[in-house]
C-alpha cells in the first residue's frame, strides 16, 4: 500500500522538500515506517535528530496523523494515508 | 459567587499604598466586554490613569496585577496572572506574564483586579484573604530570598495554601532586571520587580474560597472537556510534556535559533552535549506550574555537584539556560542550572541578567571593562566560576553589578567608547535566546513588540514561519506556513499583523500561551468565553479585541515618545553571523527590512512614517 511521509519545518533540510511516497506492505505499522526512515535517512541525521544506537528518533520529533501523533508504534497504517514527520519546537 | 458579569468575579481592589487603604469597587461590564481582562485591560487602566512622563520607580506609577477572563484553572492554560506597569527599564509599557495559582486564586477570593498605586511609608506585605485586605508590617523580610520570604508569610498567615507574589533583594534594591516571583514562577520582565521596590511592595499573599459561575455551566464543562480531549496528542503538548521548554535546545542550535558569543552567531554546536548532560544528571521530573495543567512543561531539577549543589527546584527553563549557556559560552550546564536558581532565589530575570553578564563579558574582551572595574572577576568567556559571585553584586549593586543591575542600554551609555555595539535589547529590554536570522517573521515581532524584545509576544512569528504552525489563524486570512519559507521577507509584515492580534490573546484572556502551540485556537477560546460569559462571541470578535490591546498598548508608547525609529533591531542581528553553521549562508539576514515594516504599518493601518495609528484606525478600534 501506498503511504506518504511529509516532514515539515527544520526537517526539510534533510528529507527534502516534497512530500516522500512509500510501498509498504498491507498490514504494515508505523514502526515499520520507522525503520524505513532509518534505514534510508538514519545515519545522515544529526545526531541530536537520530539515535543510531537505538534506531529511532531523538527529542521531540513525531509521526502525526489527523494532528495526533501516534503513540503506539503498533498502530497499523493504511493505503493513501499521510503521516507528517515533525519536530515540535515550542520557544519560551 | 453570582453578578451581573457572568464568568468574572466582578470585583476590584483599589490599593493606596500612602494610607494603607483599600477600596472594592466593580468590575465594568463594558470595559470586559472591550478589553475582556489581562494585559487588555491592564492598558485601558494605565492609558487611562498614568500622566505621560511619570517616573516609573516614582509612586505615581500603577502596578496592575490582571488576571484575564480564562484564568480559571478548568481552563486551558488558565493559572495565569498578568502584571502591568510603565517599565523603569524601558520608560514604556511594561508587563509580565507569571504562571502558577495566584491568578486563580484571586478569582477565588472574589477579585479580578488589584490596582496599586503610590509607596508604603514602609516595607508592607498585603494578604488578601477573601473579601478581607491587611496590610502587614514587612521590614523582618527584608533581605531573605525568594524561598525564605514565601515560607514565612505562609507561616505567619497561618494556612500554607496562600498564593504568594514576593520580590528578592535585588527587588528591595530596585536593580532594573529584578523580577518578582511565585515560588519558583518568574514575572521575569521590564523591571518589575524595582517597581515593587521603589512602593515598598514586598509581597501579595491571597487566598479565596468561591468559585465563578459559568453562565451555561453544562456547555462550559462540556467545552472544555472537548477542548482539552482534542490537543491531547498534539505534537507540541507531547513534546513540552515529555521534554520541557529546554528540550529545544539542540534543534534551536542546529536550527540557527540560538544565540550565541552575546549574539556574534546565532548557532555553538554544543546544543546537544549541554541537554544529554541535563537530562542525565539534572532532570527530576516534568510537572505543571497550576492546579489543572495537563500539559505539565515544567522541570524540576537540581545540581548534585557539591561545587554547585542546589535543592531540587523548579527551573532550567529554555531561556534561561540559554542565557547562562551559549549567551556567555558557558559549557558547564551544573553552573548554568545553579545560576538560573540563584536567580529565582535572589529575584533577578535570568533573561536580562544572562545578557548583562554577556555584555561584560564582551566588553571585559575588548578592553572596555578592566579587571580592577569588575573587583577582580575575570570575565573571560565562559568562566562559570564567576556566576554566583557576579549575581550577587548584581541583586545587592555592589561593584560592576552596581552597573549592570541599569540592564545593558544603561550600562552602555554610561561605559561609552562604543559599548553600545554590545547592548544586544529592543527598547532597552534585553533580547531573548531566539534569533531572527532562523527565521524573518521574528524580525518584523522583534522590532514592534510592545513591551520590547521578549520571548513571549514575538514567537508566534518564529513558530510561523520555521515552526510551520498556523495557529488556526488561515481561515482569517493567516498565509499557510508550509508554502513560506523561513528567509522569505516580503509578506512578513502583513502576516505578523496578524498573528499578534491572535496571539496576544492568551495575555488578554489570563492564559498560558503554551495551549495555544498544542492546538487551542482563538475559536476554541470564543466557545469557551460565551459558555462562561453567556456573550454571543467569536473568533474574529476575539481577534478585533486583540487589534485593539495591541494599537492602545502602541497609543501607550507613543505618549511616552515611541515612533517608528524605534521600529529597528540591533545591528548585530542584521549580520551574518560571525562563527558557526551560519556564517556562510547571507540568505539568513534581512536584507529589506524598511520595506517589510512599511508593509507591517499598511496593513495595521498606521501611519507610514510616525509609525502610530491613524485617527482612523483608532475610531474602528473605539479608541479616539
Known amino acids: ?92 | 459567587m453570582e453578578n451581573e458579569l457572568k464568568g468574572y468575579a466582578g470585583k476590584q481592589i483599589r490599593i493606596d499604598l500612602d494610607r494603607w487603604e483599600a477600596h472594592i469597587e466593580d468590575v465594568s461590564a463594558e470595559l470586559s466586554r472591550k478589553f475582556l481582562g489581562g494585559v487588555g485591560y491592564g492598558a485601558k487602566i494605565l492609558y487611562d490613569e498614568l500622566k505621560p512622563g511619570i517616573d516609573p520607580l516614582g509612586p505615581e506609577n500603577l502596578m496592575v496585577l490582571a488576571t484575564g477572563v480564562l484564568s480559571l484553572s478548568e481552563v486551558p492554560g488558565g493559572g495565569s496572572i498578568e502584571l502591568c506597569f510603565k517599565s523603569p527599564l524601558t520608560g514604556l509599557w511594561g508587563e509580565c506574564r507569571v504562571g502558577g495559582d495566584f491568578g486563580p486564586e484571586l478569582k477565588k477570593a472574589g477579585f479580578d483586579y488589584v490596582i496599586i498605586k503610590g509607596k508604603s511609608p514602609q516595607p508592607v506585605m498585603i494578604e488578601i484573604r477573601g473579601q478581607n485586605v491587611v496590610f502587614h508590617k514587612a521590614d523582618h523580610l527584608l533581605g531573605k530570598t525568594v524561598s525564605e520570604k514565601s515560607a514565612a508569610i505562609r507561616e505567619e498567615l497561618g494556612d500554607k495554601r496562600f498564593c504568594v507574589l514576593c520580590i528578592g533583594p535585588a527587588g528591595e534594591h530596585l536593580v532594573k532586571i529584578a523580577s518578582v516571583m511565585a515560588d519558583d514562577r518568574a514575572a521575569g520582565r521590564c523591571g518589575v520587580g524595582a517597581v515593587w521596590g521603589s512602593k515598598n511592595l514586598v509581597a501579595v499573599a491571597v487566598r479565596g474560597k468561591e468559585k465563578v459561575v459559568a453562565a451555561d455551566p453544562e456547555d462550559y464543562k462540556k467545552f472544555l472537556k472537548q477542548t482539552h480531549d482534542e490537543i491531547k496528542l498534539n505534537p507540541m503538548f507531547l513534546g513540552l510534556q515529555e521534554f520541557g521548554t529546554i528540550g529545544d535546545i539542540p534543534s534551536n542550535d542546529d536550527g540557527g535559533d540560538w544565540p550565541t558569543k552575546n549574539w556574534q552567531s546565532n548557532s555553538w554546536g554544543k546544543g546537544q552535549e549541554l541537554f544529554d548532560h541535563f537530562q542525565t544528571h539534572n532532570f527530576i521530573r516534568g510537572y505543571g506550574c497550576y492546579k489543572g495543567c495537563t500539559i505539565a512543561c515544567a522541570r524540576e531539577v537540581h545540581v548534585e555537584n557539591e561545587r554547585r549543589k542546589t535543592p531540587k527546584h523548579g527551573g532550567a527553563e529554555y531561556e534561561s539556560i540559554s542565557c547562562f549557556t551559549a549567551y556567555i559560552l558557558n559549557e558547564d550546564m551544573d553552573a548554568a542550572v545553579h545560576a538560573t536558581y540563584l536567580c529565582n532565589e535572589l529575584g533577578l530575570d535570568t533573561i536580562s541578567t544572562g545578557s548583562a553578564i554577556a555584555f561584560a563579558m564582551e566588553c571585559y574582551e575588548k578592553g572596555l571593562l578592566t579587571k580592577e572595574d569588575c573587583q577582580g572577576l575575570d570575565l573571560r568567556w565562559g568562566n562559570a566560576e564567576i556566576l554566583p559571585t557576579i549575581l550577587r553584586m548584581i541583586a545587592y549593586r555592589e561593584g560592576i553589578g552596581n552597573l549592570l543591575a541599569e540592564g545593558v542600554r544603561n550600562a552602555a551609555r554610561k561605559i561609552g567608547r562604543g559599548a553600545d555595539e554590545f547592548a544586544i535589547h529592543g527598547r532597552g529590554l534585553e533580547a531573548p535566546a531566539h534569533d531572527p536570522r532562523s527565521g524573518k517573521a521574528l524580525a518584523i515581532t522583534y522590532a514592534t513588540s510592545n513591551r520590547g524584545m521578549c520571548h513571549i509576544h514575538p514567537l508566534e512569528g518564529m513558530a510561523w514561519d520555521r515552526g510551520k504552525l498556523d495557529w488556526g489563524l488561515q481561515k482569517y486570512g493567516l498565509p499557510d506556513p508550509n508554502k513560506v519559507d523561513r528567509w522569505d521577507e516580503a509578506g512578513k509584515g502583513s502576516a505578523v499583523s496578524l498573528l499578534q492580534d491572535g496571539l496576544v490573546l492568551p495575555d488578554v484572556l489570563g492564559t498560558c500561551k503554551f495551549y495555544m502551540y498544542a492546538g487551542v485556537t482563538v475559536d476554541h477560546w470564543a466557545g469557551i468565553i460565551a459558555n462562561l460569559t453567556g456573550w454571543d462571541i467569536d473568533g474574529a470578535e476575539l481577534l478585533k479585541i486583540g487589534e485593539r490591546v495591541i494599537n492602545l498598548q502602541r497609543l501607550f508608547n507613543g505618549r511616552e515618545g515611541l515612533s517608528a525609529k524605534d521600529d529597528m533591531l540591533p545591528a548585530r542581528m542584521l549580520e551574518v553571523p560571525a562563527f558557526g553553521k551560519y556564517s556562510n549562508t547571507p540568505e539568513c539576514v534581512f536584507h529589506e527590512f524598511n520595506s517589510v515594516m512599511q508593509e507591517y504599518y499598511q496593513t495595521r493601518g498606521w501611519d507610514p512614517v510616525t509609525g502610530m495609528p491613524t485617527p482612523e484606525k483608532r475610531a474602528e478600534l473605539g479608541l479616539d
Do not use: C
Open chain 1, 1 to 92: 500500500m501506498r503511504i506518504i511521509l511529509k516532514p515539515i519545518g527544520d526537517l526539510r533540510d534533510y528529507f527534502g522538500r516534497e512530500p516522500l511516497e512509500f510501498e509498504l506492505p498491507e498490514n504494515a505499522t508505523a514502526k515499520d515506517l520507522l525503520t524505513i526512515i532509518g534505514e534510508g535517512w538514519g545515519p545522515k541525521l544529526p545526531a541530536y535528530l537520530w539515535d543510531v544506537q537505538k534506531g529511532a528518533f531523538r527529542g521531540a520529533v513525531y509521526l502525526v496523523v489527523d494532528n495526533k501523533v501516534i503513540q503506539d508504534l503498533n498502530t497499523p497504517l493504511h493505503d493513501g494515508i499521510e503521516v507528517v514527520l515533525l519536530k515540535a519546537l515550542s520557544g519560551g
